[in-house]
């Protein structure tokens, strides 16, 4: 009973301090940094803009897949590996061996399910030629029946045909 405790404190342990070690990727945002800076101090996503669509390009954005928080694989790779590793030595080599494992396995489930839920999708990236002769980068998830050449609204980040 009193290994039992040792690897439910080692197994705890081990993920609350793997938990610290998840991060989020930043998303980039809708919209991209413009290609000629305006040194004025307006921020042009706060109000409808009007334009022509210069060119649109397929792109990858990353998605929100559980795979960049501390989820289920991490806690079913820490218990594996503690109890693997719990299987080899003895005294102290055990408890050495029992936390090496929760680590080790905890660090693949992540590495798991991360890869599992890899959540890559395109995206579009739209350039506009505005009406004040700026061009302005976009991205968003769809773009309907938008082509090069169109008459389009920027409304809040967000380019739709008008």
Do not use: W
Not at 148 to 157: C, E, F, T
């Amino acid at each position: 009973m009193k290994t039992f405790h040792k690897l439910l404190a080692v197994t705890g342990v081990s993920v609350a301090l793997l938990g610290g070690c998840a991060s989020s990727a930043p998303y980039s945002g809708s919209r991209a940094d413009n290609s000629y800076p305006d040194n004025r101090t307006s921020d042009a996503s706060r109000y409808t803009q009007y334009g022509v669509v210069d060119s649109i390009s397929t792109v990858q954005t990353e998605g929100n897949g559980s795979g960049s928080q501390l989820g289920i694989g991490t806690v079913i790779g820490g218990v594996v590996g503690g109890v693997l590793g719990n299987q080899v030595g003895g005294g102290t080599g055990r408890t050495v061996a029992t936390a090496a494992g929760v680590v080790g396995g905890a660090v693949v489930g992540h590495q798991i399910e991360k890869n599992r839920n890899n959540n890559t999708a395109a995206a579009y990236q739209i350039r506009v030629r505005l009406d004040n002769g700026r061009y302005e980068s976009y991205t968003q998830d769809a773009i309907g029946d938008m082509r090069n050449g169109d008459r389009v609204r920027v409304d809040n980040g967000r380019v739709s045909r008008y």
